[in-house]
């Protein structure tokens, strides 16, 4: 069964940082690609960044290049999101979420290339 654990969420200032984590379990890891979304109230789901199979490529949302960098371990499980200089506009739940495709190198950027999905985890960035 596949399941998909984020933590490190939390209340943070205007500029400050958090480190979010997505550990996985009941697949093999290292053979799917990961990404982050992330969910404002009364907004759409929003791709923030996602990472291939590998870890060689990764990609992220416009709003958040530059500022958030995505990484796994895939010794660990685990799918990291690094976010520096936070603002409130960057206020909502953070999902992680596992690609559907095997071995695939290009990184997906739509939600319907991901078919696991974690419960979520808040962030709240006050200004």
């Known amino acids: 069964q596949v399941q998909l654990v984020e933590s490190g969420g939390g209340l943070v200032q205007a500029g400050g940082s958090l480190r979010l984590s997505c550990a996985a379990s009941g697949f093999t890891f290292g053979n799917y690609g990961m990404g982050w979304f992330r969910q404002a109230p009364g907004k759409e789901r929003e791709f923030v960044a996602g990472?291939?199979?590998?870890?060689?490529?990764?990609n992220s949302g416009d709003s958040v290049k530059g500022r958030f960098t995505i990484s796994r371990d895939n010794n660990e499980n685990t799918v990291y999101l690094q976010m520096l200089s936070l603002k409130p506009e960057d206020t909502a739940v953070y999902y992680c979420?596992?690609?559907?495709?095997?071995?695939?190198?290009?990184?997906?950027?739509?939600?319907?290339?991901?078919?696991?999905w974690g419960q979520g985890t808040q962030v709240t960035v006050s200004s």
């Open positions: 990472i291939n199979w590998s870890g060689r490529n990764t």
């Open positions: 979420a596992r690609a559907i495709s095997l071995l695939r190198a290009v990184v997906a950027t739509d939600e319907g290339a991901y078919a696991y």
